[in-house]
Structures are given as structure tokens and as C-alpha cells.
């Protein structure tokens, strides 16, 4: 029996221009945040099995060091690629959009932020949610041995495209589905890794566009939510029009200056997969706002 996980499509998660570049740099990046991620996993799984089996444990650092660096490469090369290109499309009269040397550096400390977090929330959760597997073995089978734990250790992880192994049988990938045994060790990684990418780009994307309507002396911008939005209030903000730098209030009075903008704390629950953009506002807009006193 062969065990697979199909990937999510990224078709319908970004719209308006520039839609299909981003859903295409959205599903690249990640599968490169999933690679890095399976990578480290590899390094927290042969650690424990180290452990279990009393040898001689190497340090975790390097590895994680490496994740880390490694998905910060991912993010700002995506993420800045994304913000150049929306920026670009959002000038005026043909103007090239131009990336600051300080936006670049916040940019980078941003990322390093998030990599970093990803990496040390995925190494506790891998070992709190192992120790407790381990302890929960041993309390069962008090006899059982290292090696019968340093089995059960491998195959309570998740392979990638690999097939459900007989006992004795060595998994060849790490997978998005546990196998054999025990609950899953940490959550889906494909899952996590896509849902990290398509956050980025829209992100990115938004970024870019304020930066350039500022840039092109634009003075309002309008939110544009996408047709569903998971019941987080999103539409009910469609063609709401502000000043740029102003802030839009969502239903649950949380505020943000674009989808993605996170400068008071919106929470995680207003920017993961969110699918809204910001633009600029029609004349024809503008003048209706004025005229019925909504816009100064």
C-alpha cells in the first residue's frame, strides 16, 4: 500500500495583476521551505535516535543554523522579487519602482525573525509531542529495547512520497503522512511550508504596491478582498477607500494600513492566507466619497 499526499493548488490564491506570477512563485517557494524543513527534521529525528541509543549525541546547532540561513535565502529572495515586480506594476506614468537600501534591511530582519521562529517552533514541538511518545511507549512495554525505540522513533515521523514500510524496513524520505504508529510528531509540513509562502507573497505583493503609490505621490488607497475570506470580516472592508497611511478597521476592531500590515498586532488570524489587496482608488471614487463627506 503506498501512501501519498496530494498538494494544495495555488490557483485562486492571489487575483488582479500580476496573480499567476505570485500563485507561481508562491508554490516554488514552497517546496523550498518544505526541503529545508524536511532537511532539519532528518537532523531532530537521527538526534533522538542518538539519544535513545545512548551514542554519543552531535550538536543540534549547526543544523539549525543552516535551516534557519537557509529559509531566510527563500523569503528575501522571494519576497524582495515579489515586492520589486508589484511595485513596478503600481507606478505611474512608467516610473521604475526603486527598493531602499533601509526597506531591504528591515526586510531582512523581518525574515530572519520568522525563520527563526519557524525553526525553534518546529524543534520544541518535535520534542515535546517525541517525549511524550517515548514516555508513553516505555509505560506500555516497559522492556522495550533502544533499538525497537529508535524504530518506532523513524517511523512516527513524516515521509515524503514514501511507501507504509513493513517492520525492520527502512523509510528512504521523510513524509507528510505518520506511518505505522503514534500520533504525528510534528504537523504537516507541506501544509505549513504552503501556507507560509502564499502569506509572504501577499504580503510582498501589498508591500510593493504601497511603497509604489507612495513613491507616485498617490494620497488614497482602497482595500480589495477577495470573494471568500474565512469569515474574518475581510469583504466587509471591499471598496472601503483611506488615506494612504491611514488605517482600516476590520469588524472585530483590529486595524491595518494594507492586507498584511501587522504594525498593531492584527494577529495571525487577519494575514495568514489572506487573498485581499490594496489599490488605487478610481477618480471617479474618490469624488463619490467627497461629495457624500466619507473621505477627506
Known amino acids: 500500500m503506498v501512501m501519498r499526499t496530494g498538494e494544495p493548488s495555488f490557483r485562486g490564491t492571489r487575483s488582479g495583476p500580476g496573480a499567476r506570477q505570485a500563485q507561481a512563485r508562491s508554490k516554488a517557494m514552497a517546496g523550498q521551505i518544505k526541503a529545508v524543513l524536511d532537511r532539519y527534521l532528518k537532523e531532530l529525528v537521527d538526534e533522538e535516535v542518538r539519544l535513545v541509543r545512548a551514542v554519543v549525541r552531535k550538536t543540534i546547532q549547526n543544523a539549525e543554523q543552516k535551516a534557519i540561513d537557509a529559509l531566510i535565502g527563500i523569503l528575501m529572495t522571494g519576497g524582495l ?95 507528510l503522512q505518520p506511518l505505522e504508529r503514534g500520533p504525528a510528531i510534528v504537523r504537516n509540513v507541506w501544509g505549513r511550508s504552503s501556507l507560509i509562502a502564499r502569506t509572504e507573497m501577499m504580503q510582498a505583493q501589498n508591500q510593493g504596491n504601497i511603497k509604489a503609490l507612495e513613491a507616485s505621490g498617490v494620497q488614497y488607497v482602497q482595500w480589495s478582498s477577495s470573494l471568500t475570506d474565512g469569515g474574518r470580516g475581510h469583504q466587509e472592508l471591499n471598496g472601503d477607500v483611506r488615506r494612504l497611511g491611514d488605517y482600516f478597521t476590520l469588524p472585530d476592531g483590529s486595524q491595518m494600513r494594507w492586507p498584511g500590515d501587522n504594525s498593531r498586532d492584527a494577529g495571525i488570524k487577519h494575514i495568514a492566507n489572506c487573498r485581499c489587496t490594496i489599490r488605487r482608488p478610481s477618480r471617479a471614487r474618490i469624488r463619490q466619497l467627497k461629495a457624500e463627506g466619507k473621505l477627506v
Do not use: C, H
Open 81 to 175: 522579487r515579489e515586492f520589486q515586480d508589484a511595485g513596478n506594476r503600481s507606478m505611474q506614468n512608467g516610473q521604475k519602482f526603486i527598493i531602499s537600501p533601509t526597506f531591504q534591511q528591515d526586510f531582512l530582519r523581518e525574515k530572519t525573525v520568522l525563520a527563526t521562529g519557524l525553526v525553534e517552533n518546529i524543534r520544541e514541538e518535535f520534542q515535546q509531542n517525541m517525549g511524550e511518545q517515548i514516555g508513553r511507549w516505555m509505560t506500555e512495554e516497559p522492556g522495550i529495547t533502544s533499538s525497537e525505540l529508535a524504530r518506532r522513533i523513524r517511523f512516527s515521523t513524516y515521509l515524503s512520497r514514501a511507501e507504509v514500510l513493513a517492520p525492520g524496513q527502512k523509510p528512504t524520505e521523510v513524509n
